[in-house]
């Protein structure tokens, strides 16, 4: 034996008698990856309702199914789309069945379904089935485990579920170019049987994603690397994010997807906290799951939050990067807080007698000018900032929406704006206020 080897063996022979036998053979106890087992015989299709709440994808819709012979058929179509980010941009995006994001697919453990792809772009693409245990041949990787599905050509991939939690699909040929048009999507497995823990009353989905798209033009930019200026939920920024309305007391799962191309986000919720209870990697004991306010969403993972609506109002949903929420007009603009401008603004406006001096004092009044018809702006392009709420403007755009909760709901349509009850608003001091602060 070399002196190397038996110091080797010496280090593994010390390890075990400070450790136990018991304590190592633990140690060295891995699970298997594939969930279930792939003999086991296929379920009869799970039904809405009946079977498992089904999800809602705000600003987003479901992939319809049939049964055709005990087996869940789906049908996707890669195309071309005309997509709006928000009232006022839209971009020349690459999408499935006429949206961006694509639809959000649903199905149940032990489920037999099968998916269709027909591809009608001018490249060939592929669909990966992220996070999802199934044949290797269906995993969608173009050149590897298949071939690239030529414009014009349809796929078939079939697999039995053996998993349930939150994941994605997305193409995986020429990702770069595909992912930044916009082709991916959100797919949810539900168990077959259903804890009383995991049961919830409301269940959305929502995509992060990022994109590059220079005002006055329409196609996103997939060679960008790092100055992103399109954040989004499911494909759409603020003012264009619809809300996620709950009724007081609903219990509330938010699965969060992030595609995005470089960078992760940490979603912040306001007035509540919730439990993690879930990665793409599968549902985590109730032992386990820790209390937050803003859960970190890496590139390539999902995170399910669950929570009590709990607190009445209208509670912003949001990344807490300040430069995702906000929108294109921001970006390449230079820092001039403090500068006394007006000097200069008389002198450029002379020449340019549209000119407006802005920045000094932050951001925060672009978005005003332009709403109220005092800044032109480029074709195709969103203000910095947000839009109107109930009391003055919203100085936030991008990745943020809205979660509506209100105790005298009779639909989860949107509520509008919340109303306050009297006392519960700050507001300007009054003058018994003002003499209470000249006694501090």
């Not at 299709?45 to 319809?64: A, K, R, S």
């Not at 799951?289 to 609506?309: C, K, M, N």
Request: charged content about 20%.
């Amino acid at each position: 034996m070399k002196r190397r080897d038996l110091l080797k063996a010496g280090v593994v022979t010390g390890g075990g008698k400070a450790l136990g036998i018991a304590q190592v053979s633990q140690i060295q106890q891995w699970d298997q990856s594939y969930a279930g087992n792939p003999n086991e015989p296929i379920l009869s299709p799970g039904q809405p309702v009946q079977d498992y709440q089904p999800v809602e994808t705000p600003n987003g819709t479901l992939l319809p199914w049939k049964i055709v012979n005990g087996v869940k058929i789906y049908h996707l179509v890669a195309e071309e789309i005309w997509h709006e980010f928000a009232p006022g941009m839209k971009g020349k995006c690459w999408g499935y069945n006429g949206q961006v994001h694509g639809p959000t697919i649903e199905a149940v453990e032990g489920d037999r379904i099968r998916i269709y792809v027909t591809n009608n772009l001018i490249a060939p693409t592929t669909v990966h089935w992220h996070g999802v245990f199934l044949p290797n041949g269906m995993d969608g990787v173009g050149g590897l485990t298949q071939s690239a599905i030529k414009p014009g050509q349809t796929f078939k991939y079939e697999w039995t579920v053996r998993q349930s939690g939150t994941f994605m699909y997305h193409s995986h040929h020429d990702e770069m170019t595909q992912m930044a048009m916009g082709m991916m999507g959100m797919m949810i497995f539900h168990p077959r049987h259903q804890p009383p823990e995991y049961q919830v009353d409301r269940d959305f989905a929502i995509m992060l994603s990022e994109w590059r798209l220079d005002p006055g033009t329409f196609r996103p930019n997939p060679n960008e690397m790092k100055d992103f200026n399109v954040l989004t939920m499911n494909a759409r920024c603020f003012p264009g994010t619809d809300p996620l309305v709950a009724k007081l007391g609903d219990r509330i799962r938010i699965r969060l997807g992030n595609l995005s191309a470089m960078d992760h986000h940490s979603i912040h919720l306001h007035g509540h906290y919730f439990k993690v209870a879930a990665t793409n990697g599968g549902r985590l004991p109730v032992s386990a799951q820790w209390p937050e306010t803003t859960v970190l969403v890496p590139v390539g993972s999902t995170r399910d939050i669950e929570f009590i609506a709990s607190e009445n109002g209208d509670w912003p949903l949001h990344c807490h990067m300040t430069h995702h929420v906000m929108n294109q007009m921001g970006h390449n603009f230079r820092n001039v807080i403090g500068m006394k401008k007006a000097t200069a603004a008389d002198q450029i406006s002379r020449l340019l007698p549209d000119y407006m001096p802005m920045g000094e004092d932050g951001m925060g009044e672009m978005g005003i000018h332009i709403e109220k018809g005092g800044m032109p702006v480029p074709d195709n392009s969103l203000p910095m900032v947000g839009g109107y709420g109930p009391f003055d403007y919203i100085t936030m755009g991008g990745m943020f929406t809205l979660l509506k909760v209100r105790s005298d709901l009779t639909s989860y349509q949107d509520p509008g704006w919340y109303q306050h009850p009297e006392g519960t608003v700050a507001s300007l001091i009054s003058t018994e206020d003002r003499a209470i602060l000249d006694e501090i």
